[in-house]
């Protein structure tokens, strides 16, 4: 009898640490789905070289916390003071494949406190930023619009601080699961600063893109090309090439 109550103790003991193993790879699994995360790698003739990775975390079926992160200083960058963003905001899904996300952004460099190169600060400047994204079946697009504001004035007695919009708007139709195509608008304002009296286009692009995606998710390769409309300025090209988790 003793025995017998001995194998019935022991096999309930494993049961009940079999069913905790579950329960707890359950829990791991639900918490891992709440998380993803993009990194890419970008490319155009303004910025030069910047990879850009942004993250989110589920707090509820339609909210998430988001960061993000760009490295400016790997193209022109580098001789703004080591050029590099950094933000937090919340993610809202507010219809079926629509999602608005407002962030805000914090610099680090020199290019908006003193618009000269020379050694980078952190507290460069502030960026408010807002991203509407678009993911349907058949169509894709994103509206973004930020504004670089500098924090404070280092800029020497004959210089100036910069302050910037930047904004895009792309849309496309994903002809299947590997291949999408649309267009892409994106303008770049110098909206003053210091000794800055009136705003100046830097840039104004204009043109089509294509994108290929691995069926499922995973890595993505997408290529834009066209137009500058900017009086004395030629044509634009960026290319982008990441992988989503």
Excluded at 69 to 79: C, F
Excluded at 81 to 105: C, K, R
Excluded at 173 to 194: M, P, Q
Aim: zero cysteines; glycine letters at 14%.
């Amino acid at each position: 009898m003793k025995n017998k109550f001995t194998l019935l103790l022991k096999s309930s003991s494993l049961i009940a640490l079999f069913i905790l193993a579950i329960s707890f790879q359950t829990a791991n699994a639900q918490e891992e789905d709440k998380f993803s995360f993009d990194v890419s790698l970008n490319s155009d003739q303004f910025f030069g070289f910047y990879p850009f990775f942004q993250g989110n975390y589920k707090l509820s079926d339609n909210t998430a916390f988001t960061f993000y992160g760009i490295l400016w200083s790997g193209g022109t960058g580098g001789a703004w003071g080591n050029w590099t963003e950094f933000g937090v905001g919340l993610n809202f899904d507010v219809a079926d494949g629509v999602s608005v996300n407002p962030q805000i952004g914090i610099l680090g460099g020199n290019l908006l406190s003193s618009g000269t190169f020379g050694s980078g600060r952190f507290g460069d400047g502030v960026v408010p930023n807002l991203t509407i994204g678009l993911d349907k079946a058949k169509t894709e697009g994103q509206i973004y619009a930020g504004f670089y504001a500098p924090l404070r004035n280092e800029a020497p007695p004959s210089g100036t601080t910069l302050s910037y919009l930047h904004y895009w708007a792309n849309f496309g139709y994903k002809a299947s699961d590997f291949f999408s195509f649309g267009g892409h608008f994106e303008h770049l304002i110098n909206t003053g600063g210091s000794n800055v009296s009136a705003s100046t286009d830097v840039y104004q692009w204009l043109g089509p893109y294509v994108q290929f995606t691995k069926p499922g998710g995973g890595p993505y390769a997408r290529f834009s090309f066209g137009t500058d409309l900017v009086e004395g300025n030629d044509s634009f090209f960026k290319l982008t090439t990441g992988f989503s988790f």
